[in-house]
């Protein structure tokens, strides 16, 4: 404190003056509780800059947080725009360093330039909390009461800005110890969060367990089977209602009850043996899953089931649980079932039939008994070798052949073949196959019957052969009936003329000769034999004027049904019939019983022709063509005795056959002079000969 | 050619024939007489000569071998079978039931006139044979009743007595009965008695014994 000679009420006026602003700054810190260091240092400024004359007032604070401090300053009203805290700060600073302890106490005013008196103070005991700098460019700054003031407010900024930077520190303690229990307090709430979801999960699950607990309580309470439990003992524990009905006892009433008084007396020591055993060994002796058994129902009655096994290991027990299904209905099904198979079998096996099945790829996989002992083979004969070697070697090619057709078609197969029989006798069975399919129209099996006709067939043939035999004789007759009226004709007259010239003869011969008789007799031998030539013309005329019902015919058909009614005198002869017919032969307008006849009459004539033939192949062979477009030929060749007199064959009467009356090739000329056709024959260049007949082709109807 | 001169007669439907075998047989110096038909030969009044038959088998309406089954039994003459074509069962039917033969036409003349001959030969007999039982007949119609019980039992060789006896008469009366059938029937002996009853048809008693 400096002291002047003032006046002394001035000085007492400023001592006054002096102790007012020390008790306002005294005051201060009242003003600062609870404030933060800016504020402290806002007010303190104020403060300074009111009571003191300065033209500066700069305080520097180092903040714990950060490098930069905190900086402020505070000039008089008419300074304040032109100066910055932090310009303050480094004008304070370099020109006095950084230690505020060394601050000289006087420095140039960084600002206007002109001397400042500079008062630092440190805030804090080292001045650890900052600096506080007042400068003035009065010469006589500072006055002690200024420096008082000063070092006091400075004292009490240090105290407020030390509680202030205490209650900050001890804020935060306070706001981490808050953070941390409100982590806590999360970390908990989660935790809690989570519990209570494991415990709803838990919640859920035991009613997920209640609920399928309910649906097999259910279950069990209402199956149609018996649901039937027993402990290690073999003690029942639990039945079901469905007990009742199966058993006939209430399911209490089994409760407590060994198992063994739902078997049938001879079953319970088995099962009781069995029981021990398994409990022992663990080995079972039937099948848990499914096993057939008899039970024995309450009124005494055995009755079969379906039996099926769990068990279940609780608190260190043993329980087992059987679901026992009543099988009678099943069994009796079962049985009829069978029993039908039995009878179903029975009848494939002793029906008089053979039968047989194959797979859809033709294999045979079925026999029945009569089959295997017609042939007197075994099923594996039969697999090995199929049909082939049982069947006559003439038949086996054609039948496999049709066979594999109707298995690649699916076509039911039919046929005939010679099947050999056990002794070795070949018979003839028509074989009938059907497939059956599925719902898709898939094969799936071929069933079969072999039908023997071996009697039926000869029968047939036999038949066929005295059609034929029939219808030649029909044919002889018919012949003969007509060669009878002709003879009739011819042999009136001729009768008549012998008998004139002999009866003339003896008139002449007569003595005295009767010469006007002899002649009567002569003049009627002139008009018999001129009526016999009549005769004969008026024969002839029969012929070609017979009305004929002609239609359209096939020859190829006609031929085939002559050929068919000579099957048997081929066969018989033992004569090779060889046809080739032009399929593309065209029609003729002909009576079909005259060319019928016709084609007869060629076809036996070869076959007679063949009779003396023993030292060659009897061949009769068929041909039919067109030699024009508007002909058809048909060809007879035999291989029999040929032709002497090609010429005079078809003269009516010329036969070269001890029993022939020359009339079927004359009949054949006939016929087929009445058709328009041409008729002749040839000998061959081998044995034999070739008869030929030409027929006019019936205009656009070749078939 | 008296009346008791052979006859033929010609049964054929073909007047060719017909004239044919007129010529021929008359020139063999036989009466010939022809028709037409089955019905045309029944119808004619038949002169009592020896004849014969020559039948065409063959015939419109009745046929050849149905006139001969009409004809059998009765006095018809002999049947020469003429046919246009002689079949083997009608052949062997007709000489079954009694032809002389069988021609199939046309035929020699010398086998039609020797059948021709034949037939007529054999009617002479049967004419003959039926003329002596007409004789035979006419006596033993004078025979009585009780004569006619008699004649078996004589012809089979009974005693008188024994013949009474059967049939409740005197041996005496049956031998007075004896020698009235003997005169009646003219027999010269026992033998001969037998004989006619033969040919009468008489059959012998058997009577009890």
Not at chain 1, 24 to 45: C, E, H, K, Q
Not at chain 1, 49 to 59: N, S
Not at chain 1, 244 to 272: N, S
Not at chain 1, 659 to 674: E, K, P, Q, T, W
Request: hydrophobic share 40%; proline share 4%; net charge negative.
């Amino acid at each position: 404190m400096d002291v002047q000679p003032r006046d002394p009420a001035e000085e007492i006026k400023g001592l006054e003056r002096c102790i007012n602003d020390l008790v306002s700054v005294l005051a201060l810190p009242a003003m600062w509780s609870g404030g933060d260091p800016s504020r402290i240092v806002d007010t303190l400024l104020d403060a300074l800059l009111g009571m003191l004359q300065v033209d500066l007032v700069y305080v520097r604070l180092k903040n714990p947080g950060s490098q930069a401090p905190i900086e402020m300053v505070r000039c008089p009203q008419s300074q304040k725009q032109m100066v910055q805290p932090h310009e303050i700060g480094e004008a304070l600073k370099h020109w006095l360093g950084a230690d505020a302890q060394e601050w000289p106490l006087l420095i140039r005013n960084p600002i206007r330039g002109r001397d400042l008196s500079m008062v630092p103070l440190g805030l804090g005991l080292q001045g650890e909390i900052g600096a506080i700098v007042a400068g003035s460019e009065r010469a006589d700054f500072p006055r002690q009461t200024e420096r008082l003031i000063l070092s006091v407010a400075a004292n009490q900024a240090s105290i407020g800005l030390q509680e202030a930077r205490l209650r900050s520190e001890q804020k935060g303690v306070a706001s981490e110890l808050d953070r941390r229990v409100a982590q806590r307090t999360a970390e908990l709430a989660a935790a809690n969060e989570e519990l209570r979801k494991e415990i709803a999960e838990r919640w859920r699950a035991e009613e997920n367990l209640r609920s399928s607990e309910e649906k097999h309580r259910l279950v069990v309470e209402t199956a149609s089977d018996a649901v039937i439990s027993m402990d290690d003992h073999g003690t029942i524990q639990f039945a079901n209602p469905a007990t009742a009905i199966i058993f006939g006892y209430d399911p209490t009433e089994l409760v407590g009850r060994p198992l063994t008084v739902l078997m049938p007396e001879f079953m319970r020591e088995l099962h009781d043996r069995g029981f021990r055993r398994f409990l022992e060994t663990g080995q079972r002796h039937i099948n848990w899953r499914g096993t057939e058994l008899s039970a024995l129902r309450k009124d005494g009655q055995e009755f079969p089931v379906e039996v099926s096994f769990g068990e279940l290991t609780r608190d260190g027990h043993k329980l087992f649980t059987g679901f026992i299904r009543d099988i009678s209905e099943r069994r009796q099904t079962a049985d009829k079932l069978r029993a039908s198979e039995r009878d179903l079998s029975l009848i494939i096996e002793t029906i008089p039939g053979l039968i047989w099945c194959a797979a859809p790829d033709g294999e045979l996989t079925y026999l029945n008994q009569r089959l295997l002992d017609y042939t007197g083979t075994s099923h594996d004969d039969w697999a090995k070798r199929g049909w082939a070697n049982l069947l006559h070697p003439d038949d086996a090619a054609p039948s496999a052949h049709a066979w594999a057709h109707a298995v690649a078609s699916g076509q039911p197969h039919e046929g005939q073949f010679r099947l050999r029989r056990s002794d070795g006798v070949y018979r003839w069975f028509q074989v009938l196959g059907q497939a059956a399919r599925d719902s898709e129209g898939g094969v799936v099996r071929w069933y079969g019957l072999l039908i023997d006709i071996h009697d039926r067939k000869y029968m047939e043939e036999a038949l066929r052969e005295s059609q034929a035999q029939l219808s030649r004789a029909i044919q002889k007759a018919t012949v003969g009936e007509f060669a009878a009226a002709i003879a009739h004709e011819i042999n009136q007259p001729l009768a008549a003329v012998v008998a004139n010239g002999q009866a003339c003869l003896r008139w002449l011969a007569a003595q005295p000769s009767d010469i006007a008789k002899a002649q009567e007799a002569a003049e009627r031998i002139v008009r018999d034999g001129k009526e016999s030539g009549e005769v004969v013309r008026r024969i002839r005329a029969l012929f070609q004027q017979a009305a004929l019902e002609k239609i359209e015919l096939d020859l190829n058909e006609v031929i085939a049904e002559v050929l068919r009614l000579l099957n048997g005198e081929t066969a018989k002869k033992r004569i090779t019939v060889e046809t080739d017919l032009d399929q593309d032969l065209a029609h003729v307008a002909g009576d079909r019983v005259q060319l019928q006849q016709l084609v007869f009459n060629l076809l036996l004539n070869g076959i007679e022709a063949m009779d003396p033939v023993v030292d060659r192949l009897k061949r009769l062979s068929i041909r039919s063509k067109h030699s024009s477009p508007e002909t058809v030929l048909v060809e007879v060749r035999d291989s029999g005795i040929g032709l002497k007199d090609p010429e005079r064959i078809f003269d009516a009467f010329f036969t070269t056959k001890e029993n022939g009356m020359g009339m079927g090739l004359a009949i054949c000329r006939s016929i087929v002079a009445a058709h328009q056709g041409r008729l002749w024959a040839a000998t061959r260049e081998g044995p034999g000969a070739i008869f030929s007949f030409t027929l006019p082709a019936k205009a656009g109807l070749a078939s | 050619m008296n009346s008791d001169s052979p006859v033929v007669f010609v049964v054929d439907d073909d007047h060719r024939v017909r004239e044919a075998l007129s010529s021929l047989i008359s020139s063999a110096g036989l009466r010939v007489a022809v028709f037409g038909s089955a019905a045309e030969f029944l119808e004619y009044e038949k002169p009592d000569a020896p004849a014969c038959l020559v039948l065409d088998l063959q015939l419109p309406g009745t046929s050849g071998l149905e006139l001969q089954q009409q004809l059998v039994g009765g006095d018809a003459p002999p049947i020469v079978f003429i046919s246009g074509h002689g079949d083997i069962p009608s052949s062997v039917r007709a000489m079954k039931a009694g032809a002389i033969e069988f021609l199939s036409k046309p035929f020699d003349d010398r086998e039609l006139l020797q059948a021709i001959d034949s037939a007529l030969d054999r009617d002479r007999i049967e004419r003959q044979k039926r003329s002596e039982l007409a004789e035979l007949q006419r006596h033993y119609n004078l025979l009585t009743p009780r004569e006619r019980e008699v004649l078996p039992f004589v012809v089979a060789g009974f005693a008188n007595k024994q013949t009474g006896a059967d049939l409740g008469t005197s041996e005496i009366t049956i031998g007075v009965h004896r020698g009235q059938i003997m005169r009646k029937m003219a027999a010269k002996s026992l033998a001969e008695l037998v004989r006619m009853a033969d040919k009468l048809g008489i059959s012998r008693a058997a009577g009890t014994v």
